[in-house]
């Protein structure tokens, strides 16, 4: 079946195999999460304003503008990778990445060259968000299928966890900076230096994923799927796309809430230091990184259903009242209660969600379908920064955030219980 060269990754160490995949997916979020950690320096270098608000909603906007490129991405990425194969199209998806973070790593300011700076950063996070809307699901499903019997939710959970770290990575960046510049220099040009560390990271990432190898599932099927394949049973399981785009709304508002927005809420909304804001975030992604596979390996014991169904229920009744006694007497111990908190109802849902959209697409367009409905997802949950903003200034209301969270967790409830509506859905979502 397989040659020296495509040596299956039941060949080599399923660690192995786990590191090399996800290695690509920690270069893509610790570039989203540096954005978002920056987004107040980034509006000033790229966006300058009489008004900080509308400066500051400037650079929120182009952070979410690059989830706008994700089901395109998705659509013509993932179409890619169901035919030409997993290993091919992740290391396509890390080029792509790689180029929109050195766009907006070495780009002057509006200063120096005008229009054409915020210009070129919208095409750098456009680029980015292509490519990453086929990484998650690419990724996502290379674990699925190289998982052993009875693990493929503490196996899908990784994939998530990878973010994790360079949540921790970039916010740990973010911490010794602040140390060491003063917030002026910070400002000025600082914030630059966390994305020229991701670009050198880029070619010992190269390295690791250029070793992947291809999946026995995908090297086993004898029929791979034309583009206008793909596009005919996108067609047909609509209803299965958008289902899993409302689980993905509670992953997605969730998770950029309490990482990419922790910096700037705590910042501008809460007054607090930059330095306690970061340490809290670093605080966040540790803790993710606890709940993820836990949630992935307990969903594989008692299956998705349940787990979702608890969690998502348990965020609609807490998400606000926690956010409100935060905004009631603003700390640092407060804020990292609650963020603690709201990881901990992220990644125990997050954990059980993402094998479960793996397992809900048809497998010949398993990436395309997965990647399409995260997708679509992301281009409302990536745009939590600045709705979360707009929300606080609209309605003097600095809880707000809460209750975005808490609509998001309605459309996970909603969205799990239309996919598993009957008996059949249920053997369908059954783990293997």
């Not at 479960?356 to 997802?377: I, K, N, W």
């Not at 409302?380 to 975005?404: C, D, E, M, Q, R």
Request: charged share 10%; glycine share 10%; with cysteine.
């Amino acid at each position: 079946m397989s040659s020296s060269s495509h040596a299956t990754p039941a060949n080599e160490s399923k660690a192995k195999s786990v590191f090399r995949v996800v290695s690509g997916n920690f270069l893509e979020m610790y570039d989203f999460m540096v954005y978002g950690y920056y987004a107040s320096a980034i509006a000033k270098t790229y966006f300058p304003s009489g008004n900080e608000f509308a400066s500051l909603m400037l650079a929120l906007s182009v952070f979410g503008a690059g989830f706008l490129m994700r089901p395109i991405g998705a659509i013509v990425l993932g179409a890619y990778i169901d035919h030409h194969g997993r290993r091919k199209g992740l290391i396509l998806t890390l080029t792509m990445m790689a180029i929109g973070t050195l766009l907006v790593a070495v780009i002057p300011g509006y200063a120096t060259i005008g229009v054409l700076a915020p210009i070129i950063v919208l095409a750098g996070r456009l680029l980015q968000g292509f490519s990453a809307g086929v990484e998650l699901g690419g990724v996502s499903v290379y674990l699925s299928e190289i998982a052993t019997k009875g693990n493929k939710g503490f196996y899908c959970s990784w994939q998530s966890g990878s973010q994790q770290v360079a949540v921790v990575f970039a916010a740990l960046i973010g911490v010794v900076m602040s140390r060491i510049l003063p917030p002026d220099q910070m400002t000025a040009w600082g914030w630059r230096v966390p994305f020229i560390i991701g670009c050198l990271i880029v070619p010992f990432l190269f390295i690791i994923r250029r070793s992947l190898q291809e999946t026995d599932e995908f090297l086993a099927r004898k029929h791979r799927p034309s583009m206008s394949e793909i596009m005919k049973s996108m067609a047909s399981n609509w209803g299965i796309v958008l289902a899993g785009m409302g689980m993905v709304i509670m992953t997605t508002v969730s998770f950029y809430m309490i990482t990419a927005y922790t910096p700037t809420f705590g910042k501008e909304v809460l007054k607090l230091s930059s330095i306690d804001t970061l340490v809290v975030t670093v605080f966040v992604g540790l803790s993710n990184l606890v709940w993820l596979p836990l949630s992935g390996a307990v969903s594989d014991r008692v299956g998705r259903r349940p787990v979702l169904l608890f969690f998502t229920i348990l965020t609609i009744l807490t998400s606000y009242p926690a956010v409100q006694w935060l905004v009631a007497d603003p700390s640092f111990l407060r804020l990292l209660g609650v963020e603690l908190w709201l990881s901990f109802l992220y990644g125990s849902y997050n954990g059980a969600m993402v094998v479960a959209l793996t397992e809900v697409m048809p497998v010949e367009v398993r990436t395309t379908g997965f990647s399409l409905a995260y997708s679509l997802a992301t281009t409302i949950g990536g745009f939590t920064p600045a709705i979360s903003t707009y929300l606080i200034h609209a309605t003097g209301n600095k809880a707000a955030p809460g209750v975005w969270m808490g609509l998001a967790a309605i459309c996970g409830l909603i969205a799990t219980l239309v996919l598993y509506r009957s008996t059949e859905a249920r053997n369908q979502y059954k783990t293997a």
